[in-house]
């Protein structure tokens, strides 16, 4: 199971419930469609929004739920974060840049243990 939580310093942006949140690349976009969670405010710095998108948006009834379309998501989600550039991330209006991943090797770890 891929889980897209984003942990976000967006204070009053977001509001609870059904949200975009569309991280950009220069040109590229890629839109998460997801909600805002609180359980994982625990685990975290105070002041922090948690936007979580299960499976990719694909239902658990899904027949195409890792299958093929989703494995092309997945890559493609995977690719967009591994672009070396910092991602934007906007909703109503205002935007967070978070800064770039600069892990060695982060990709291939992260498939291993997911």
Known sequence: MLVVVLTLSLGSII????????PQITKTEMKLDGII???FAEMSPPDTTHFVQWDLG???QDR????R???RQEARLLNFLDSGQPLTVSAEGKSYELPAIRIRGWKKRFRKIC
Do not use: A, D, I, Q
């Open 64 to 67: 195409e739920l890792y299958g």
């Open 69 to 71: 379309r989703w494995k």
């Open 58 to 60: 694909f239902t658990r």
């Open 15 to 22: 509001k609870k419930g059904v949200e975009t949140v569309g």
């Open 37 to 39: 969670e609180s359980r």
